[in-house]
């Protein structure tokens, strides 16, 4: 009986390991991600810490690596630090660690992705429109760039729209 108990307990275990492994297939998970996905799957919470021990150790799952790399891949993809910071934190990363993405990110690389978005709205709209300069800030940051990102993006923006 005691065998038989041990037995259902490391298959369950092996399962949730094995179940894990192939969420992880598509694309990265995030620790928070992994022990929702599992315990949904019906597998008990000893069984779903174990699994993601396990992934862990074999460095399959990395919520730091995760950050970074998704901060910077959203970064390339002209997103800024709010919406970069709202989509790892809808993951379930942790704060800490979010912050440490968003603080790995290129100051330089976040300046160019703003001004890329700028230059996109600026040749929308009309540069002798008086609310040119709001559209542009607007547009910029409704991509996740702070308020001050924008205006600098756009200032730089429009000032290359009017060739100077």
């Known amino acids: 009986?005691?065998?038989?108990?041990?037995?259902?307990?490391?298959?369950?275990?092996?399962?949730?390991?094995?179940?894990?492994m192939e969420y992880l297939v598509r694309r990265a998970r995030s620790s928070n991600?992994?022990?929702?996905?599992?315990?949904?799957?019906?597998?008990?919470?000893s069984a779903v810490a174990d699994a993601i021990?396990?992934?862990?150790?074999?460095?399959?799952?990395?919520d730091q690596k995760l950050a970074r790399d998704f901060a910077d891949f959203r970064l390339r993809n002209c997103k800024g630090e709010i919406a970069i910071r709202r989509d790892l934190a809808e993951?379930?990363?942790?704060?800490?660690?979010?912050?440490g993405a968003i603080d790995s990110l290129d100051k330089?690389?976040?300046?160019?992705?703003?001004?890329k978005l700028a230059m996109k709205a600026a040749g929308r709209?009309?540069?002798?429109?008086?609310?040119?300069?709001?559209?542009v800030v607007?547009?910029?940051?409704?991509?996740?760039?702070?308020?001050?990102?924008?205006?600098?993006?756009?200032?730089?923006?429009k000032r290359k729209h009017a060739g100077l």
């Open 1 to 20: 009986m005691e065998w038989e108990k041990s037995k259902r307990k490391s298959r369950t275990q092996t399962s949730a390991l094995s179940c894990g």
């Open 53 to 62: 021990d396990s992934l862990t150790k074999q460095g399959l799952l990395d």
């Open 91 to 99: 993951r379930g990363v942790e704060d800490d660690i979010i912050d």
């Open 125 to 135: 709209y009309d540069s002798e429109d008086p609310s040119f300069f709001q559209k």
């Open 108 to 115: 330089e690389d976040v300046r160019q992705a703003a001004f």
């Open 138 to 157: 607007r547009y910029v940051a409704s991509h996740g760039f702070t308020f001050e990102q924008a205006q600098e993006a756009a200032q730089s923006a």
């Open 33 to 45: 991600e992994m022990r929702l996905y599992l315990l949904e799957k019906g597998f008990a919470e």
